[in-house]
């Protein structure tokens, strides 16, 4: 029975379209980044953030280690950003940061300069929950840009338009 609802789930959750970002790490346990569709606000009153990170993906340690992470919000023209830090680099090496063109944000985390969305926190804390570590971020700065978000389901990327109100 939990092979079959954990099937199901696989399934479900294939369904829920997310956003794409990139979460990155940098310090004394090296420099990390990943690819990650599981992030959320958590609170504006103090600034929060949460990122779900597998705990096999170096940057769960990591990003403990070096206290600091940032989240990168994907517009469409990054996709292959994305699949860089999935690990599915159509040329090149996987999470290799020489893929496109980081500045270093105030904490000290890689920050992707055109992202669509960026917000750099320092580690408040973390909870491991199955296979994941939720790393929860107190955002010291954020930052936005203009340009069509990421958006992921069903195991492939797409586009999202917005239309104004």
């Known amino acids: 029975m939990p092979q079959e609802i954990s099937a199901r789930f696989i399934a479900a959750m294939g369904r829920a379209v997310t956003g794409v970002t990139v979460v990155?790490?940098?310090?004394?346990?090296?420099?990390?980044?990943?690819?990650?569709?599981?992030?959320a606000s958590v609170s504006a009153e103090p600034p929060l953030v949460l990122v779900c990170v597998n705990r096999k993906s170096p940057?769960?340690?990591?990003a403990i280690i070096n206290r600091v992470l940032c989240v990168n919000v994907l517009a469409d023209a990054h996709r292959h950003v994305a699949d860089t830090f999935a690990g599915?680099?159509?040329?090149?090496?996987?999470?290799?940061?020489?893929?496109?063109?980081?500045?270093?944000?105030?904490?000290?985390?890689?920050?992707?300069?055109?992202?669509?969305?960026?917000?750099?926190?320092?580690?408040?804390s973390w909870h491991d929950a199955g296979t994941h570590r939720i790393l929860i971020?107190?955002?010291?700065?954020?930052?936005?840009?203009?340009a069509r978000p990421l958006a992921y389901a069903?195991?492939?990327?797409?586009?999202?338009?917005a239309i104004d109100p």
């Open 24 to 39: 990155t790490t940098d310090g004394p346990a090296g420099r990390f980044g990943i690819t990650v569709s599981a992030f």
């Open 137 to 146: 971020g107190r955002v010291v700065a954020a930052g936005h840009g203009e």
């Open 59 to 62: 940057v769960a340690a990591a």
């Open 154 to 161: 069903q195991r492939s990327y797409s586009s999202v338009i």
């Open 88 to 124: 599915r680099s159509a040329a090149g090496r996987p999470y290799d940061f020489g893929v496109c063109d980081w500045d270093i944000a105030e904490t000290g985390a890689p920050i992707l300069g055109d992202s669509l969305a960026t917000f750099d926190c320092h580690l408040d």
